[in-house]
Structure formats: C-alpha cells, structure tokens
C-alpha cells in the first residue's frame, strides 16, 4: 500500500473507512428490525438474526484492514448509527414487505458498489480485494433472499425501493467525498468484456 502513489491510497482507505461504516449501519438496520418483528413480523426474525451476524463479521473485517490503509472511522459514523437505526425500525413497522424492501434496496445499492470497488482494487490492493470478494457473495446471498420474499411489489414497495437507494447513495458519496463517482466513472472507462474482478 505504500509503494501506491498518494491519491490512490487515499481513495483506497476511504473505501474500506465507507464499507466499514456501511456495515455498521447495516448492523443496526437488522438489529431494529429484529426488535421489531419479533412482534410484527416473527417468521422474518431467523433470516435477519443470520444476517446480522454477517454483517457483524463484515463489518469486523473492514475494521480489522483499516490500520495498515491508514484509514479511521468514518466522520459521519453517527448517521450510519442513527438513520440505520431509525431505517430498520420504520422499514419494519411497515410489516414483511417493508422489511424486505429495505433490504432489497441497500443490498441492491452494496452490491454495485462493491463491484465499483473491486475493479478499482484488483491492481492496487490484492489483501482487500480478496476480502471484498467473499463479502460480496454474502451480500448477494441477502439481496437474491430479500427478492424472493418480495412476491407481488406494489406501488409501496417500489418507492420504498427507490427513496432507500438514494439515500444509500447519498450516504455513500457523502463518506467517500465523491471517490465513490469517480471510480463508478474509471470502471466505466475501463470495463472491458470478461474483465475479470
Ligand atoms: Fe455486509
Ligand atoms: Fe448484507
């Protein structure tokens, strides 16, 4: 990491500062759903409780990259918290649909980011691509899970879907100070077919 010039180690240790607080707020969207569909929604509680302990692990492994990136929690860690939070436990409240919209839509939002961050990884992180590599298949896992419960969307659901992607996004780009755009533009620049990641 250090032989990287100084501009690409800074992107590469705001990426795992973003990934780190995004599995933080992850942790405490499903930890309010939990709380909540022990209630309302009980057949959904041993799904998120096995996410949840993903997303723990996740979030465990980014901490653990950040000393040798030089990278710290994120500034904004208290968003992430809060409107994780308050993002579970309203999703929740909405019932079944809206829990595995919420899903669907960050899982969804994630999942292109990561991809985003692989390719940028591949030549100059080889340690943190692997580790994105093995998240991402878990975070697939949630997004194809949350889908299938998601049989018959309605008008509810796709708002739900596209107000809570925007909002990741935001969040995203807010923690990364626009990296997060501009390695979504070198990806397309440099996205050949069979490109490997
Ligand atoms: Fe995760
Ligand atoms: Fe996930």
């Known amino acids: 990491m ?10 590469v240790a705001r990426i795992v500062r973003v990934n780190h607080a995004g599995e933080f707020g992850a942790i ?3 930890s309010a759903q939990i709380l ?6 009980p057949d959904c ?11 723990r692990q996740h979030c465990a492994a980014f901490r653990a990259a950040m000393p040798a990136r030089k990278s710290r929690p994120c500034r904004v860690m208290q968003f992430w918290s809060w409107g994780g939070w308050l993002l579970g436990f309203c999703t929740a409240l909405l019932g079944r649909q809206g829990i595995w919209a919420c899903t669907a839509a960050v899982e969804a939002t994630v999942h292109r980011h ?6 940028y990884l591949l030549e100059r992180d080889r340690a943190l691509h692997a580790i994105i590599l093995s998240i991402r298949k878990e975070e ?6 949350a889908e299938e419960q998601l049989t018959a969307p309605g008008p509810l659901v796709h708002l739900l879907r596209s107000t809570i992607a925007v909002a990741t996004d935001c969040l ?3 923690s990364t100070w626009g ?6 533009r070198a990806l397309k620049a440099a996205k050949l077919p069979g490109t490997p990641i």
């Open 140 to 145: 697939l896992a949630h997004l194809h899970h």
């Open 172 to 174: 995203i780009w807010l």
């Open 114 to 119: 990561l991809d985003d961050q692989l390719h």
């Open 36 to 41: 909540v569909a022990r209630y309302l929604s």
């Open 28 to 30: 405490r969207i499903y």
């Open 179 to 184: 990296d997060s755009v501009r390695m979504a």
């Open 2 to 11: 250090d032989e990287l010039p100084r501009r690409e180690a800074l992107t």
């Open 45 to 55: 509680v041993p799904s998120l409780t096995e996410m949840l302990g993903h997303e």
